[in-house]
């Protein structure tokens, strides 16, 4: 028996041990946000808290180092900042080298230590145990827990981790301005061993969703005993009176030109009404009610809370803000947003902020949703700041047939040389799906996908400058399902199969098409300067599944994307080959054609080229099975028996100097 164990335990340290010195473990979960907008905002915090506490624990068994969270998995945003600020769940703005875990232990060892009362000190430790909001001006209430919450798990399970937070920050009136040192030119980098970290301003992500996914998490409930803290979950649901519920969010996607809002978009309900604008300029002292001679005007309570309220809330910012916690508790890097989609009540910094930290593992760079699809900070980060490794955490909503998540954001890896972990938030009835793990000289090394319930991704990527010239071996996709959700399993049901998938569509009359009318030849396309050509051979002809008949079309584009937010678009350029339902007027994913040969060439505007190829169900190729060549704006994807089937071979190409 003793030497059965000792098996046992050897197999557990091996298999949860990297196997390679030159590689390092990363995490990235694939979130399913529990709770409807019409909930309240600071319990829907602490079930995905919970959730999240669990996962990471997980992750830490299996050796990983760093895990990456996605972006709005913890609540959804909403565009009444008043709103938010009254909810109790968005922290203020934290500052680099703070350790939370730390400073909290202090507090409860001050506590301990000091002069009060046997019962005074009782009193004062559950406070600080279950204190959750502290209300730091009139009717704005910021959580004091989350920061703590996030640091003490890092440091109980020895694991870095990356997580994206609503944060705000008081605004600087104007004469405050003139006693502050003007860093507007400057931009933030943060590093592992010397923080040195400068702050402009970042906005947030919005949500339109459904009740789709109404889960019910399971509460951890916050210990008050003060001989041992559990300090990982402590998810008390202390709400203050002045908490309001709101379920108008605002969806974030990567939808091209003239794409239609979609139905789900619409149906959100608002449980509370707030003025968005104020009609009313009041001053401190003014009060309720004015006379004029024989005329009296008087303003009504509600009228005078609602300009209070605004005037609060224009006293305030809120941005989406990604923090870094390392292995003790430490938060060593922070990121605001610059590319904002359909965010009006969140902030964004005045120029671009460059951030990233370095520990023993490499130089991470830090980005949020469509910060990937700008020039900025991407190339920053690859070309002045030398990254190994790029961290993405995203809500994207996939928009067919060139921007899925798992396509663009592996092809980013591939063009740059440089390995990435993205998390994303997955409802697939809206088409926020795809988080993967890819290094730079083999591409993906797994993904999350779309016929399984599994969440947590975890693979070894190799550490610093062994980015570009060595493979690591271990690769593997860990189960989180209904066991960390307690949820309902129709409601996960709906989060798996590619029925149930409905991604953004660029309406397919945008783009130069040329039918593949053989099983094989040659055929090219332009749109202007973008010109394309395919040489191929299939294996067999065209196939059915089901009742859907695949048609391949070789397409180019080069036009304006726009986005539902007016102040967001961009120049794209591409050459694809696609399979498209003219009778469905839709994009398929799914096919069994193979290829003997196929060779696309591109000549774009730009050298800013992704190139990809997706299989079936959106699963992407690995890159040492296809090749890609560029010369300066010419560019090459070629491949020979490739044994998996096609359904997406694409160079995407931005032109960012017309965005």
């Given at each position: 028996?003793?030497?059965?164990?000792?098996?046992?335990?050897?197999?557990?340290?091996?298999?949860?041990?990297?196997?390679?010195?030159?590689?390092?473990?990363?995490?990235?979960?694939?979130?399913?946000?529990?709770?409807?907008?019409?909930?309240?905002?600071?319990?829907?915090?602490?079930?995905?808290?919970?959730?999240?506490?669990?996962?990471?624990?997980?992750?830490?068994?299996?050796?990983?180092?760093?895990?990456?969270?996605?972006?709005?998995?913890?609540?959804?945003?909403?565009?009444?900042?008043?709103?938010?600020?009254?909810?109790?769940?968005?922290?203020?703005?934290?500052?680099?080298?703070?350790?939370?875990?730390?400073?909290?232990?202090?507090?409860?060892?001050?506590?301990?230590?000091?002069?009060?009362?046997?019962?005074?000190?009782?009193?004062?430790?559950?406070?600080?145990?279950?204190?959750?909001?502290?209300?730091?001006?009139?009717?704005?209430?910021?959580?004091?827990?989350?920061?703590?919450?996030?640091?003490?798990?890092?440091?109980?399970?020895?694991?870095?981790?990356?997580?994206?937070?609503?944060?705000?920050?008081?605004?600087?009136?104007?004469?405050?301005?003139?006693?502050?040192?003007?860093?507007?030119?400057?931009?933030?980098?943060?590093?592992?061993?010397?923080?040195?970290?400068?702050?402009?301003?970042?906005?947030?992500?919005?949500?339109?969703?459904?009740?789709?996914?109404?889960?019910?998490?399971?509460?951890?409930?916050?210990?008050?005993?003060?001989?041992?803290?559990?300090?990982?979950?402590?998810?008390?649901?202390?709400?203050?009176?002045?908490?309001?519920?709101?379920?108008?969010?605002?969806?974030?996607?990567?939808?091209?030109?003239?794409?239609?809002?979609?139905?789900?978009?619409?149906?959100?309900?608002?449980?509370?009404?707030?003025?968005?604008?104020?009609?009313?300029?009041?001053?401190?002292?003014?009060?309720?009610?004015?006379?004029?001679?024989?005329?009296?005007?008087?303003?009504?309570?509600?009228?005078?809370?609602?300009?209070?309220?605004?005037?609060?809330?224009?006293?305030?910012?809120?941005?989406?803000?990604?923090?870094?916690?390392?292995?003790?508790?430490?938060?060593?890097?922070?990121?605001?947003?610059?590319?904002?989609?359909?965010?009006?009540?969140?902030?964004?910094?005045?120029?671009?902020?460059?951030?990233?930290?370095?520990?023993?593992?490499?130089?991470?760079?830090?980005?949020?949703?469509?910060?990937?699809?700008?020039?900025?900070?991407?190339?920053?980060?690859?070309?002045?700041?030398?990254?190994?490794?790029?961290?993405?955490?995203?809500?994207?909503?996939?928009?067919?047939?060139?921007?899925?998540?798992?396509?663009?954001?592996?092809?980013?890896?591939?063009?740059?040389?440089?390995?990435?972990?993205?998390?994303?938030?997955?409802?697939?009835?809206?088409?926020?799906?795809?988080?993967?793990?890819?290094?730079?000289?083999?591409?993906?090394?797994?993904?999350?996908?779309?016929?399984d319930n599994k969440r947590l991704l975890i693979a070894e990527l190799p550490i610093g400058n062994n980015t570009k010239n060595h493979k690591c071996t271990h690769t593997q996709r860990e189960t989180v399902g209904s066991d960390i959700y307690k949820a309902d399993r129709k409601s996960l049901k709906k989060q798996v199969g590619r029925k149930n998938y409905?991604?953004?569509?660029?309406?397919?009359?945008?783009?130069?098409?040329?039918?593949?009318?053989?099983?094989?030849?040659?055929?090219?396309?332009?749109?202007?300067?973008?010109?394309?050509?395919?040489?191929?051979?299939?294996?067999?002809?065209?196939?059915?599944?089901?009742?859907?008949?695949?048609?391949?079309?070789?397409?180019?584009?080069?036009?304006?994307?726009?986005?539902?937010?007016?102040?967001?678009?961009?120049?794209?350029?591409?050459?694809?080959?696609?399979?498209?339902?003219?009778?469905?007027?839709?994009?398929?994913?799914?096919?069994?054609?193979?290829?003997?040969?196929?060779?696309?060439?591109?000549?774009?505007?730009?050298?800013?080229?992704?190139?990809?190829?997706?299989?079936?169900?959106?699963?992407?190729?690995?890159?040492?099975?296809?090749?890609?060549?560029?010369?300066?704006?010419?560019?090459?994807?070629?491949?020979?028996?490739?044994?998996?089937?096609?359904?997406?071979?694409?160079?995407y190409a931005r032109d960012y100097d017309l965005d």
């Amino acid at each position: 028996m003793k030497y059965i164990l000792i098996f046992l335990l050897t197999i557990f340290i091996s298999t949860t041990q990297s196997s390679d010195s030159k590689c390092f473990r990363v995490g990235s979960y694939e979130h399913i946000r529990v709770g409807s907008p019409t909930d309240n905002p600071l319990k829907v915090l602490n079930d995905n808290f919970a959730i999240y506490a669990k996962v990471i624990r997980k992750a830490s068994w299996e050796n990983v180092k760093i895990i990456v969270l996605p972006e709005y998995g913890l609540f959804p945003i909403n565009n009444q900042k008043d709103v938010m600020l009254s909810s109790g769940v968005v922290p203020v703005l934290p500052e680099v080298g703070t350790n939370f875990c730390e400073l909290y232990k202090q507090e409860i060892k001050d506590v301990k230590k000091s002069n009060l009362t046997k019962q005074e000190k009782k009193d004062k430790l559950k406070e600080l145990y279950e204190e959750e909001t502290e209300e730091i001006d009139e009717n704005v209430f910021a959580n004091t827990a989350i920061l703590r919450k996030f640091s003490c798990l890092a440091k109980k399970h020895e694991i870095s981790i990356v997580v994206d937070l609503s944060t705000m920050e008081k605004v600087i009136e104007e004469e405050e301005k003139n006693t502050v040192t003007d860093r507007s030119d400057l931009i933030s980098t943060t590093h592992h061993t010397n923080i040195e970290f400068i702050t402009p301003d970042i906005t947030s992500n919005n949500q339109n969703e459904s009740n789709a996914v109404n889960l019910s998490a399971e509460n951890n409930s916050t210990s008050t005993d003060s001989t041992e803290l559990d300090l990982e979950v402590n998810s008390t649901e202390s709400v203050s009176n002045n908490t309001t519920t709101t379920s108008s969010t605002s969806q974030e996607t990567t939808t091209s030109l003239n794409v239609q809002t979609t139905k789900l978009e619409k149906e959100v309900t608002s449980t509370t009404t707030v003025a968005s604008e104020t009609t009313t300029t009041s001053k401190p002292d003014e009060t309720t009610t004015t006379s004029k001679a024989d005329e009296t005007t008087t303003t009504s309570k509600a009228d005078e809370t609602t300009t209070t309220q605004q005037s609060v809330s224009n006293s305030y910012k809120l941005y989406n803000t990604l923090l870094v916690f390392d292995d003790q508790g430490k938060l060593i890097a922070r990121y605001r947003k610059f590319h904002l989609f359909n965010e009006p009540s969140v902030s964004t910094t005045d120029k671009q902020e460059i951030s990233t930290f370095e520990n023993k593992f490499g130089k991470f760079g830090l980005a949020i949703c469509a910060d990937i699809l700008f020039e900025d900070p991407i190339k920053s980060l690859v070309e002045k700041e030398k990254i190994n490794h790029l961290i993405l955490s995203t809500d994207w909503f996939d928009a067919q047939p060139n921007l899925a998540a798992v396509s663009f954001h592996s092809s980013v890896a591939i063009k740059y040389g440089i390995n990435i972990v993205t998390s994303n938030r997955r409802l697939l009835e809206i088409g926020s799906f795809g988080s993967l793990i890819a290094s730079a000289n083999t591409g993906v090394r797994v993904q999350s996908k779309l016929n399984d319930n599994k969440r947590l991704l975890i693979a070894e990527l190799p550490i610093g400058n062994n980015t570009k010239n060595h493979k690591c071996t271990h690769t593997q996709r860990e189960t989180v399902g209904s066991d960390i959700y307690k949820a309902d399993r129709k409601s996960l049901k709906k989060q798996v199969g590619r029925k149930n998938y409905k991604p953004l569509e660029t309406p397919f009359e945008l783009f130069q098409s040329k039918q593949l009318e053989k099983t094989e030849g040659s055929v090219s396309v332009c749109d202007g300067v973008t010109c394309c050509e395919l040489d191929y051979k299939m294996k067999e002809s065209f196939n059915y599944d089901g009742d859907d008949y695949f048609n391949y079309y070789l397409i180019a584009g080069n036009r304006k994307s726009k986005s539902q937010d007016p102040l967001i678009d961009w120049q794209e350029e591409n050459c694809s080959l696609v399979i498209y339902d003219k009778l469905k007027k839709e994009y398929k994913i799914t096919s069994s054609t193979r290829f003997k040969k196929l060779i696309l060439k591109g000549t774009f505007n730009t050298a800013a080229i992704f190139p990809n190829v997706l299989s079936k169900n959106l699963e992407v190729v690995p890159k040492q099975k296809w090749t890609f060549k560029q010369d300066n704006q010419t560019s090459e994807i070629s491949f020979k028996n490739l044994r998996n089937s096609i359904t997406l071979v694409t160079l995407y190409a931005r032109d960012y100097d017309l965005d």
